[in-house]
């Protein structure tokens, strides 16, 4: 009798559910489509306009610095798009999928809740990668209109002062050239997105922490202003009191409760004209990737553990 009983639990446990990332991606289009039923696509329209107007709205200084400004507007707007769309769509996710039933009728199926999590942080990182591509695309090429028409109007200006020497023309070229379309553009808008996704890995990781949308809001905004400044605090509280292993050890500590985010920034380099070597995108998207895995990580057990 109680080798049947055995069996016969046997038989009916739950069998184990394993990762799927045919799931993943199910979810995670359905999270993009909810997102963008949210009247995210204002934004984007608001930002091409502004990209537009910018790009033709400076005064012509030099062709230089004009499109030095072009580039450095127009990257800032990216990244406060990225980062808004980020932290607010994950602050709205679990709150919106409790209030209308969704999480329970998802979790009340096979499905494991660390596919649920990952699946909602990826339809917000492509939403947020298609936002990036669609507004790289429509910057580059303003940046390769502006960059024609200023070196037209540059070698026009330098012919009428009977300037245009071979040597002119030369160094007028390799000016445009270097601040104009190239490849580091596309690296500064990478190195966005990748300070985006830790940005949203922290929302998503305090959204299944606290119980109100505003409180995770603002303590990640929090942390995103405390993650540009890192530098200064280790200049300013660790560098005159601790040693090196202490100093060492306290910015590792910092840097694992709050993200470094400075180690993102090459959007000044990129506007000055400065070349992105391939080591510095190797070592960003290796930090990013390390701070996506352990975010999510933590995540996954705090949300395990959560009554719902």
């Given at each position: 009798?109680?080798?049947?009983?055995?069996?016969?639990?046997?038989?009916?446990?739950?069998?184990?559910v394993?990762?799927?990332?045919?799931?993943?991606?199910?979810?995670?289009?359905?999270?993009?489509?909810?997102?963008?039923?949210?009247k995210?696509?204002?934004?984007?329209?608001?930002?091409?306009?502004?990209?537009?107007?910018?790009?033709?709205?400076?005064?012509?200084?030099?062709?230089?610095?004009q499109?030095?400004?072009?580039?450095?507007?127009?990257?800032?707007?990216?990244?406060?798009?990225?980062?808004?769309?980020?932290?607010?769509?994950?602050?709205?996710?679990?709150?919106?999928?409790?209030?209308?039933?969704?999480?329970?009728?998802?979790?009340?199926?096979?499905v494991?809740?660390?596919?649920?999590?990952?699946?909602?942080?990826?339809?917000?990182?492509?939403?947020?990668?298609?936002?990036?591509?669609?507004?790289?695309?429509?910057?580059?090429?303003?940046?390769?209109?502006?960059?024609?028409?200023?070196?037209?109007?540059?070698?026009?200006?330098?012919?009428?002062?009977?300037?245009?020497?071979?040597?002119?023309?030369?160094q007028?070229?390799?000016?445009?050239?270097?601040?104009?379309?190239?490849?580091?553009?596309?690296?500064?808008?990478?190195?966005?997105?990748?300070?985006?996704?830790?940005?949203?890995?922290?929302?998503?990781?305090?959204?299944?922490?606290?119980?109100?949308?505003?409180f995770?809001?603002?303590?990640?905004?929090?942390?995103?202003?405390?993650?540009?400044?890192?530098?200064?605090?280790?200049?300013?509280?660790?560098?005159?009191?601790?040693?090196?292993?202490?100093?060492?050890?306290?910015?590792?500590?910092?840097?694992?409760?709050?993200p470094?985010?400075?180690?993102?920034?090459?959007?000044?380099?990129?506007?000055?004209?400065?070349?992105?070597?391939?080591?510095?995108?190797?070592?960003?998207?290796?930090?990013?990737?390390?701070?996506?895995?352990?975010?999510?990580?933590?995540?996954?057990?705090?949300?395990?553990?959560?009554?719902?």
């Amino acid at each position: 009798m109680s080798q049947a009983a055995t069996q016969t639990s046997a038989s009916i446990s739950t069998p184990t559910v394993r990762f799927s990332p045919a799931r993943v991606w199910t979810l995670a289009h359905a999270t993009m489509t909810q997102l963008m039923r949210m009247k995210i696509l204002p934004f984007l329209l608001v930002f091409c306009v502004l990209v537009v107007v910018v790009g033709f709205g400076f005064s012509v200084i030099n062709p230089e610095q004009q499109l030095s400004q072009l580039k450095t507007v127009s990257l800032a707007a990216l990244q406060i798009f990225s980062i808004v769309i980020g932290v607010v769509s994950t602050a709205l996710l679990l709150p919106k999928d409790m209030e209308d039933r969704t999480l329970y009728t998802i979790l009340s199926k096979p499905v494991p809740r660390f596919d649920y999590l990952l699946g909602k942080l990826c339809g917000v990182l492509m939403l947020i990668a298609s936002g990036l591509v669609i507004m790289d695309a429509l910057l580059s090429l303003v940046l390769w209109v502006q960059q024609a028409s200023l070196f037209d109007a540059a070698v026009a200006q330098l012919h009428q002062d009977k300037q245009d020497t071979p040597e002119a023309l030369t160094q007028l070229r390799e000016i445009v050239a270097r601040q104009g379309l190239t490849w580091n553009l596309h690296w500064a808008v990478w190195a966005i997105f990748l300070k985006a996704a830790v940005v949203t890995t922290v929302a998503l990781l305090l959204s299944c922490i606290a119980s109100s949308t505003l409180f995770t809001i603002v303590i990640t905004f929090c942390i995103t202003i405390i993650g540009h400044g890192e530098s200064l605090i280790r200049d300013f509280l660790f560098q005159p009191y601790l040693g090196s292993t202490a100093k060492r050890a306290a910015t590792l500590i910092l840097a694992a409760i709050c993200p470094d985010l400075s180690q993102f920034d090459i959007v000044d380099s990129v506007a000055n004209g400065q070349i992105v070597p391939w080591t510095a995108v190797y070592d960003m998207t290796g930090i990013a990737a390390l701070y996506l895995a352990a975010y999510l990580f933590i995540t996954h057990l705090v949300f395990v553990e959560k009554e719902l």
